[in-house]
């Protein structure tokens, strides 16, 4: 079970002696004194205790901790005990690695001191260490650098070649001619020198001369044919790798996206793919070729003199050990390189979006060297990778050139000592030498492209191998037409392991009614509504639609009948028509205008020289934030669904725009449930009940004026808003 660490036989034995059962117990990777090493933290039904590797103990009877909690330090953190008398005390510390065990063994601890049943997630946390070598991972359970698994990868990759067998199997056709068409000429020198030059009679020479030039164009012919086919296999996997990760990123939880920058997204999808092309369009087809003439001209060199051969296969286990060696050492690097390339699409990225907040500050020089900095690093690793690489490709070809003049000093004698071997026979050997090399040469350069694309695949199969969200229960119904009634049964919720966001929530939204939700900034409005669109699921606790538990209904058909208009209005590249019929494509024309015509965007559309054609940028751009508003609320309209989200914009906009926004607004929420994040008192009239947030919990339910005569958390609300609004000088929207 997690939360159960194995501790040392000594302090175990001793805790249950002298305090009873340990429930709970967890280890720290830094002992009493920061350093790295062991300390064990241990719960008893009465005590809690830190040990260490020796069997010492301290113990704290709960009773007298008021809570703990933690302190977040520099490159550790720590648990620290909160007594009941003014005294604190840290009780053990730990490296960042750990924090989300400790976050959560911190949260039981206080369930345990306030007499709180206590509750523990089943799921155990991912690895933050490869299990087989240690090495830290770049985030919890992912595939350690050192250790990715090759072969399944190679497997993999193939794997994804298989809707194109026909095409493969002829490449590799083509790979086997190319192979013996090259395997060809030093052949054929044999015979020019041996049956005509030493001969001394020309009439072979056509014939010999002939077949050169037949052989050759037969390696061009296959050549090209390759060449085609591997432009046509590499760029065919790369539009679907690409395809096959956008639509799957799509699927994917939201608590993905939540971790990840959305730069190092984009660099697996356009940078990994990238590489793994480079590999598969150039690397394999080469690593198909020259596998095939390794094996041919060994056996060729083994029929044209066994102990020459001998010679020159002197080189090759440094040739393959050297490589491995180089595999093993690049590997790890080509990650690194990885990930500064991902950060700098991250941070380039953010420069683009963020232009304006840039400017405003006068941030554009820290701007600069941020993104300097990441070219830098990614420079110096790549500079370092490519040095790496240079320096082991030249010794390799000293190696080649060494085992190619041994081969002419034996060959020589031999043919000089009348051992067997002609003279066309020796330039025969020296020939394939060279072919024979060539392909070992081409296994380093190939490891080389082979780890760039290793690491891509891992990367890329990683992403694929994500959950998808699609996790609806075996027995999920659909729900059909909803009603809209929510109900919220003791829900807990947290993102991060052990930081409680909301933390047992009870309410019920009757089907047609609406609310507003209320609460200062990180109060957990949001996250309430996550949680009704089932974006999250629970740790504890249900939401319920129409008396339905959500995972017991299709996640599909039930988000269909959610509309949701948001603070920041997203809109996509495109019409404005487009825009607004983003949640139903299907609608007319007629239907669009209708819609827009309730939101009071009708006007400024048909204003604008395209009208409804009109193509708005990226993100909305080009329209004002009233407009964008409009065409929103406009969306929604047309979408006509049963439960609205309803997340309204805090900025103020001039006193007519607002006004045609509530006007808007009024009409969206007619005949539906509502749950409205509130700014405004006159969406706050109009919901029928409010619901007042306060650190993730329910504080308090009632209409405006229950909760004002309450004199509770909302009328402080209120009394704050009014106060800033005053000193603001602007209209009190609370108070009218
Ligand atoms: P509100 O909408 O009331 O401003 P939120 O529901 O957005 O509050 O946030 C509640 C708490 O959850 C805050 O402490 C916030 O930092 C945290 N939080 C919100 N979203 C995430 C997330 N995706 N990952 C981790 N913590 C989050």
Not at 384 to 413: D, H, K, P
Not at 588 to 599: M, Q, S
Request: glycine share 8%; hydrophobic share 45%; with cysteine.
């Amino acid at each position: 079970m997690f939360l159960s660490s194995p501790m040392p036989e000594k302090t175990t034995d001793r805790l249950q002696r002298e305090f009873g059962q340990v429930r709970y117990s967890l280890s720290s990777d830094l002992d009493g004194k920061g350093a790295f090493g062991p300390s064990y933290l241990a719960a008893t039904d009465t005590h809690l205790a830190v040990g260490d590797e020796a069997g010492n103990i301290r113990a704290i009877a709960m009773k007298e901790l008021s809570s703990v909690r933690i302190d977040e330090l520099f490159a550790s953190a720590r648990l620290v005990a909160v007594y009941k008398g003014p005294k604190e005390e840290q009780l053990i510390s730990y490296t960042k690695a750990r924090v989300p065990e400790f976050a959560l063994f911190c949260r039981v601890l206080n369930d345990i001191i306030k007499g709180k049943e206590v509750f523990i997630p089943d799921e155990t946390p991912k690895a933050a260490f490869c299990p087989s070598c240690q090495t830290p991972l770049r985030e919890r359970g992912a595939h350690c650098p050192r250790c990715v698994p090759r072969l399944k990868i190679i497997t993999r990759l193939l794997s994804l070649l298989r809707p194109h067998r026909n095409k493969v199997l002829l490449l590799i056709f083509l790979s086997a001619l190319n192979a013996l068409t090259r395997m060809g000429p030093p052949w054929v020198t044999k015979h020019i020198v041996d049956d005509v030059i030493r001969a001394t009679s020309l009439v072979h020479l056509p014939f010999w001369a002939g077949l050169m030039v037949g052989l050759t164009v037969l390696a061009l012919f296959c050549d090209i044919s390759m060449g085609f086919l591997n432009a046509w296999l590499g760029g065919i996997l790369v539009r679907d790798l690409r395809s096959k990760l956008h639509s799957h990123l799509q699927e994917l939880r939201l608590e993905y996206f939540d971790k990840r920058d959305s730069g190092e997204l984009v660099a697996r999808i356009m940078h990994d793919v990238a590489f793994l092309h480079h590999f598969l369009i150039d690397g394999l087809p080469f690593l198909l070729l020259n596998s095939a003439m390794f094996i041919g001209i060994a056996f060729v060199l083994l029929s044209l003199d066994p102990w020459l051969t001998l010679i020159v296969l002197l080189p090759v286990p440094f040739l393959l050990f050297g490589g491995r060696w180089f595999y093993e050492h690049v590997h790890p690097a080509r990650f690194r390189y990885h990930a500064a390339f991902s950060r700098l699409f991250t941070v380039l990225s953010e420069s683009i979006r963020g232009v304006k907040a840039v400017k405003v500050c006068s941030r554009e020089q820290r701007r600069k060297k941020v993104f300097d900095d990441c070219c830098h690093s990614a420079f110096e690793i790549g500079v370092n990778l490519e040095q790496t690489f240079m320096g082991f490709t030249r010794v390799t070809m000293f190696i080649m050139s060494l085992g190619v003049t041994a081969c002419w000093y034996v060959g020589a004698s031999r043919v000089v000592g009348g051992a067997g071997l002609t003279l066309g026979g020796l330039m025969a050997f020296v020939g394939y030498i060279w072919l024979f090399y060539g392909p070992l040469q081409w296994f380093t350069v190939i490891l080389n492209w082979g780890t760039q694309a290793m690491a891509g695949a891992e990367r890329v199969f990683s992403l694929l191998d994500e959950k998808p969200e699609i996790y609806d229960e075996e027995d999920a119904i659909d729900p059909g037409t909803i009603k809209g009634a929510i109900t919220f049964k003791d829900v807990h919720f947290s993102y991060e392991r052990g930081k409680e966001v909301i933390k047992g929530a009870n309410f019920n939204v009757k089907a047609g009614e609406m609310v507003g939700l209320v609460g200062k900034s990180g109060a957990g409005k949001s996250t309430l509504i996550n949680l009704v669109c089932r974006f999250y699921d629970p740790d504890s606790g249900s939401v319920s639609i129409d008396g339905k538990e959500l995972p017991k209904l299709k996640l599909s058909p039930f988000r269909r009948q959610i509309g949701v208009v948001l603070q920041e209005p997203v809109l996509f590249q495109g019409t404005i028509l487009d825009n607004i019929r983003f949640a139903r494509p299907e609608a007319t024309f007629a239907e669009v205008v209708r819609a827009a015509r309730a939101a009071h965007a009708h006007e400024f559309i048909v204003a604008k020289e395209d009208g409804y054609d009109t193509l708005i940028g990226e993100r909305g751009k080009g329209l004002s934030g009233g407009e964008k508003q409009r065409i929103s609320i406009a969306r929604a309209i047309l979408h006509d669904p049963p439960i609205l989200i309803l997340d309204e914009a805090t900025s103020s906009v001039d006193v007519e725009t607002e006004k045609k926004l509530q006007e808007a607004t009024a009409r969206l929420v007619k005949d539906r449930t509502v749950i409205a994040i509130a700014h405004r008192l006159s969406t706050l009239r109009n919901a029928s009940r409010l619901i007042v947030m306060e650190e993730g919990e329910v504080a308090e339910i009632g209409t405006h004026e229950e909760l004002m005569e309450k004199d509770g958390v909302y009328a402080k609300l209120v009394k704050i808003q009014r106060e800033n609004n005053k000193l603001r000088g602007e209209r009190e929207v609370w108070s009218e």
